[in-house]
């Protein structure tokens, strides 16, 4: 059985962290690498294609994403209980607050069951 975990850069954030022409996080503080194809990861159809890849190679994987990019991932995952997909959530109880009054403490996690697997096909049997 081939698994695989993603951990892509969020959605609309790469250059800004990544790329060799962002400008860091805007707290002061340094972007977390460079990278000269970051701008990609800003495009909601490279996600997309990364679900694709995911599907297509792999017979259960994990990907985590931000909240603001779940519906760009949706839109390409056939979401119904009985196939295995999972939308799950990643608490983040300690995470700083933003400049927003609304504090950012969980982020989604998807996860694709293979059919083997206890939990494919409606329930945990």
């Known amino acids: 059985m081939k698994l695989a975990i993603a951990d892509p850069p969020y959605l609309g954030r790469a250059e800004r962290w990544y790329g060799i022409t962002g400008e860091g996080n805007g707290y002061g503080l340094g972007k977390a690498d460079e990278h000269p194809q970051a701008y990609l990861w800003d ?3 490279t996600h997309q294609d990364l679900v694709k890849k995911l599907n297509n190679n792999y017979d259960s994987w994990a990907i ?8 760009t991932y949706l839109e390409v995952i056939k979401t119904d ?3 295995g997909i999972r939308v799950c959530v990643w ?4 995470s ?12 989604p996690v998807i996860i694709k069951v293979h059919e083997s ?6 329930g945990f049997a």
Do not use: M, Q
């Not at 985590?64 to 519906?71: E, F, P, R, T």
């Not at 608490?91 to 300690?94: A, E, G, H, I």
């Open 43 to 45: 495009d909601p159809k």
């Open 81 to 83: 209980s009985r196939n």
């Open 64 to 71: 985590a994403l931000s909240v603001h990019s779940l519906s």
């Open 91 to 94: 608490n983040k109880p300690s």
């Open 117 to 122: 697997r206890k939990g494919y096909g409606g």
């Open 96 to 107: 700083f607050t933003s400049g927003s009054r609304i504090k950012n403490t969980w982020e």
